[in-house]
């Protein structure tokens, strides 16, 4: 079965860190375009971060640039977010998601941020940034 899985959300003050991981069983992410969303209480989910299949190309969203990095450990068959200086509007459920590049050449050396191009999700993990 091929599962995502997300840890280390939780609450944390504005100006704090977070780190999110995200493990693969069932499949191996080497190859697969990974991203991740999030989505805010009444709010779309938005793309946050992605890499492509080639892990070569990254894309931030606006919000989080500078701030946020996305990087991927194949050994570990796992992603993961580094999240720093949080703000409240950061605040949001955050999910993995993974697409295998393979199948669409699109995702090979390009990172894109678009919900509806990734197969497979993660059940999410929520991050609160307050004080």
């Known amino acids: 079965q091929l599962q995502l899985v997300e840890s280390g959300g939780g609450l944390v003050q504005p100006g704090g860190s977070l780190r999110l991981s995200c493990a693969a069983s069932?499949?191996?992410?080497?190859?697969?375009?990974i991203g991740w969303f999030r989505q805010a209480p009444g709010k779309e989910r938005e793309g946050v971060s992605c890499?492509?299949?080639?892990?070569?190309?990254?894309n931030y969203a606006d919000s989080v640039k500078g701030r946020f990095t996305i990087s991927r450990d194949n050994a570990k068959n796992t992603v993961y977010l580094q999240m720093n200086s949080l703000k409240p509007e950061d605040t949001a459920v955050y999910y993995c998601?993974?697409?295998?590049?393979?199948?669409?050449?699109?995702?090979?050396?390009?990172?894109?941020?678009?919900?509806?191009?990734?197969?497979?999700w993660g059940q999410g993990t929520q991050v609160t940034v307050s004080s």
């Open positions: 998601a993974a697409v295998d590049a393979r199948d669409n050449d699109l995702v090979t050396n390009q990172a894109i941020c678009v919900p509806l191009i990734y197969d497979y």
């Open positions: 069932g499949f191996t992410l080497d190859g697969y375009a």
């Open positions: 890499m492509s299949g080639s892990g070569l190309s990254t």
